[in-house]
């Protein structure tokens, strides 16, 4: 086993990362050690990386133990680059974390820096070369044996690099991979091969943040918060002729962790009293722990505002249609975020006559979708002759997810159910309509999935209650395929109960 | 000088305070107020009862829960033609996760066949009654619905008071669908009892299910007509109800033996008895 990483105390008594555990603990008898949670570690920097959304809104893990930030713009907002890196060094120590700052115009020269740099280094606007001069290879990010190659040739310093000729130190190498993997960093380093992070997020399409300087504490200040940042918000969008479909809000937490809460819309939204209402739901699911004192809002997608997508509802006037519809999406959205996308759900038929399937239930927050595939035969006021039957048999208003199996006494071949028993009730039946034949769809057959064929009757029993039942398969069907396949169940089709009249 | 200030804005405070309590007791009347007499007719028809802004209750026992939804259906089905113009026909239908598992979601032919659109049908499945009755609250509040549809299991005095309330001042109707067995006490304008009844006579097919029909029994009715039961039954072509006969010994008032009305205009009358 060896040592994976040490504290302060232990690096001045000489230990250091990569000696085995039994020699650090003969030199110290008295060391404490706990074994590596790598996982751990990586998690706690994730949420490291969110926490520091409040420096830019470009973050990225680096390796295992670093981050790197792109602030790139956002210096001026802590006045000035010392400034913003002594910020950052007395946050991470509220923390209890010492944190090892280098700024420069690059990823590697940052990361070099940081590392092997100065406290709080600064590379000046092209001094990169210069600024890493002095600090050793391993700065340069590169893999342990071809720093062992380099330290073979008498090259520790990375300004040892700047002198040679790129042919010379290509032709001091003797593998090929070592050469480029030390000329690349190199050229990463000093700007010469772009590097790019890969942020955490994609870039939100617009952001506003907030700073208390007492951590906020009490769930009943966040309306408040979320006040404030969604004003700045909707002038930006107002700017922009944007509204937002995709929304979170972050709470930066004083002990480092974030409370985020993320949430989508059905249409473009942007004015602050909607948002109010959308997040004062879920407010209540934020642990804001000890406090939070830096908050985020992110419009995180963006769409031109418009200010009716299209009408729900077909209205004559026309003049209060669209806020009929502004009041339908707010409503739609409420009930969605408080209680699920999921729960509220719209149908819409689909091209199939196997009952189970011939609708589909979205969310409605999917609604606009939706409208496209209208149901063919619209319920508008019937004006033509009414005493033509329906095209087709009734069906029933609610449709069981799984039909029930029902015990069927007093049978007739091919003809409706005279006595039936569902959920341990016995039913006579009166009146009985069908059997409407439904067959299974053969492409799905095809594909390997048997169904039987089914005959539908629309029954009622003597108390007047209707209800929807089916006897899959046929009698002759079963006989015949009890003797092609003896382990088919023959015997007489099964019953089952579908659906409810009203 | 700041004893003074503090003063005068304490007196402003209370006036803004007993300005705020004396609408408040202004209001509280107006919505409290019990609804005009009904003109004779309407009062002896539960499907106008049921279509006045306010809070209305269906009840039926567990078998005949089905009847009950089949009802309320039906009568989406004449709300909807009824504000059809106006341009407003959005329902919200809340039930819980458990009644959908039992009975199954509502299926939009089917629907279709009743009479109300499946587009215009926001279902919402809630894990609670209370989710029910906060989505319902909702739903009256924002001013966009038609109608809303609840099917939940407890409704307190309490709960069914803020419904209530809620549904008078939006001027829309909320319907309750409530088991038989809770008996609480309950602050809605109208309570129907519903059962399943024989259906009409098909005139295709004698021995096939007709037209529906329920008994409903009123049960109760703010400033309505003393408790009574008929027959009603649904026509599916024109969707609208129809009374079948009076079980009550109650006269019915005189309704003219005309054909259906012409569709659209009136939405809902006494028609043809067979009684």
Same mark, same amino acid.
């Given at each position: 086993m060896?040592?994976? +990483?040490?504290?302060?105390?232990?690096?001045?008594?000489?230990?250091?990362?990569?000696?085995?555990?039994?020699?650090?603990?003969?030199?110290?008898?008295?060391?404490?050690? +706990?074994?590596?949670?790598?996982?751990?570690?990586?998690?706690?920097?994730?949420?490291?990386?969110?926490?520091?959304?409040?420096? *830019?809104?470009?973050?990225?893990?680096?390796?295992?133990?670093?981050?790197?930030?792109?602030?790139?713009?956002? +210096?001026?907002?802590?006045?000035?680059?010392?400034?913003?890196?002594?910020?950052?060094? *007395?946050?991470?120590a509220k923390l209890g974390l010492k944190a090892y700052l280098g700024m420069a115009q690059t990823v590697g020269a940052a990361s070099a820096l940081a590392r092997f740099g100065p406290p709080r280094a600064i590379a000046p606007q092209g001094g990169v070369s210069e600024a890493l001069s002095a600090l050793p290879m391993a700065a340069l990010r590169l893999e342990p044996q071809v720093l062992l190659l380099l330290q073979r040739l008498g090259l520790t310093k990375i300004g040892q690099l700047y002198a040679m000729p790129r042919l010379a130190l290509a032709r001091r190498f003797r593998s090929r991979v070592a050469e480029e993997a030390v000329l690349f960093r190199l050229d990463q380093a000093l700007g010469r091969q772009p590097e790019s992070l890969n942020p955490l997020h994609p870039a939100p399409s617009f952001r506003a943040h907030a700073g208390y300087s007492e951590p906020v504490q009490d769930l009943s200040f966040l309306p408040e918060v979320l006040r404030r940042l969604s004003a700045d918000l909707k002038s930006m969008l107002v700017r922009e002729g944007q509204g937002g479909t995709r929304w979170t809000f972050r709470a930066l937490r004083v002990d480092g962790q974030v409370a985020a809460l993320s949430l989508r819309t059905a249409q473009p939204v942007r004015e602050e009293a909607h948002l109010a209402r959308l997040f004062k739901e879920r407010f209540e699911q934020m642990d804001l722990g000890l406090g939070a004192e830096y908050f985020i809002l992110s419009a995180d997608e963006a769409v031109p505002f418009t200010q009716s997508q299209g009408s729900w509802a077909e209205s004559e006037e026309g003049g209060s249609a669209s806020g009929q519809d502004e009041a339908l999406a707010g409503l739609i959205d409420r009930l969605s975020v408080r209680l699920g996308a999921e729960a509220l759900r719209l149908q819409g038929p689909c091209d199939s006559h196997v009952p189970e399937r011939a609708v589909h239930s979205r969310p409605a927050l999917e609604g606009a979708a939706m409208k496209e595939a209208a149901w063919s035969s619209s319920p508008s006021l019937p004006s033509a002759p009414l005493r033509s039957p329906p095209p087709r048999p009734l069906r029933p208003l609610r449709l069981l997810t799984k039909p029930e199996p029902i015990e069927v006494m007093a049978e007739v071949p091919d003809g409706p159910p005279m006595h039936f028993r569902w959920r341990h009730v016995p039913h006579q039946v009166t009146r009985a309509e069908g059997p409407e034949r439904i067959a299974p769809e053969w492409w799905r057959l095809q594909d390997g999935i048997f169904e039987e064929v089914r005959d539908y009757f629309r029954i009622e029993d003597v108390r007047g209650r209707r209800y929807w039942v089916f006897r899959a398969g046929l009698y002759q069907d079963r006989a015949q395929a009890r003797a092609q396949d003896r382990t088919f169940p023959g015997g007489a089709p099964s019953w089952f109960l579908h659906g409810f009249f009203a | 000088m700041s004893g003074e200030t503090r003063g005068t804005s304490r007196s402003a405070l209370m006036a803004r305070l007993r300005q705020s309590i004396a609408e408040i007791e202004q209001s509280a009347p107006v919505l409290e107020e019990a609804p005009a007499a009904l003109p004779r007719e309407e009062a002896a028809d539960p499907a106008r009862l049921i279509l006045r802004p306010g809070l209305h209750e269906l009840t039926a026992s567990y078998e005949d829960m089905s009847a009950a939804r089949g009802f309320a259906l039906a009568m989406l089905a004449a709300r909807q033609r009824q504000r059809q113009r106006r341009g407003q026909a959005v329902f919200l239908w809340a039930m819980r996760l458990e009644d959908r598992r039992e009975?199954?979601?509502?299926?939009?032919?089917?629907?279709?066949?009743?009479?109300?659109?499946?587009?215009?049908?926001?279902?919402?499945?809630?894990?609670?009654?209370?989710?029910?009755?906060?989505?319902?609250?909702?739903?009256?509040k924002a001013g966009a619905l038609a109608g809303a549809l609840g099917e939940a299991g407890d409704v307190g005095l309490t709960e069914?008071?803020?419904?209530?309330?809620?549904?008078?001042?939006?001027?829309?109707?909320?319907?309750?669908?409530?088991?038989?067995?809770?008996?609480?006490?309950?602050?809605?304008?109208?309570?129907?009892?519903?059962?399943?009844?024989?259906?009409?006579?098909?005139?295709?097919?004698?021995?096939?299910?007709?037209?529906?029909?329920?008994?409903?029994?009123?049960?109760?009715?703010?400033?309505?007509?003393?408790?009574?039961?008929?027959?009603?039954?649904?026509?599916?072509?024109?969707?609208?109800?129809?009374?079948?006969?009076?079980?009550?010994?109650?006269?019915?008032?005189?309704?003219?033996?005309?054909?259906?009305?012409?569709?659209?205009?009136?939405?809902?009358?006494?028609?043809?008895?067979?009684?």
């Open positions: 060896r040592l994976h +990483a040490v504290d302060e105390t232990a690096a001045r008594l000489g230990l250091a990362r990569g000696m085995m555990l039994t020699d650090a603990k003969a030199r110290l008898p008295g060391l404490l050690h +706990a074994p590596a949670d790598m996982e751990g570690d990586r998690t706690a920097l994730q949420g490291l990386a969110e926490w520091c959304l409040r420096y *830019s809104p470009f973050v990225a893990a680096d390796g295992e133990d670093g981050l790197l930030i792109d602030a790139t713009g956002c +210096a001026h907002l802590f006045g000035g680059e010392e400034a913003m890196l002594a910020r950052m060094e *007395s946050q991470f | 009975f199954g979601a509502p299926y939009g032919p089917g629907l279709l066949d009743a009479g109300v659109s499946p587009e215009r049908l926001l279902t919402l499945y809630a894990r609670s009654s209370l989710d029910v009755l906060w989505a319902l609250e909702e739903g009256l069914s008071r803020r419904l209530s309330l809620l549904a008078a001042e939006h001027r829309m109707p909320c319907w309750l669908i409530r088991p038989l067995e809770r008996k609480e006490a309950s602050a809605a304008l109208t309570r129907l009892r519903i059962r399943p009844a024989p259906s009409g006579r098909q005139v295709h097919d004698p021995a096939a299910p007709g037209a529906a029909r329920w008994q409903v029994e009123l049960e109760k009715a703010k400033a309505g007509p003393m408790p009574f039961r008929v027959t009603m039954e649904w026509d599916h072509e024109t969707h609208c109800f129809h009374m079948v006969a009076p079980l009550a010994d109650r006269a019915l008032p005189a309704a003219p033996k005309t054909e259906s009305p012409p569709a659209g205009e009136a939405a809902i009358l006494p028609l043809a008895r067979t009684g």
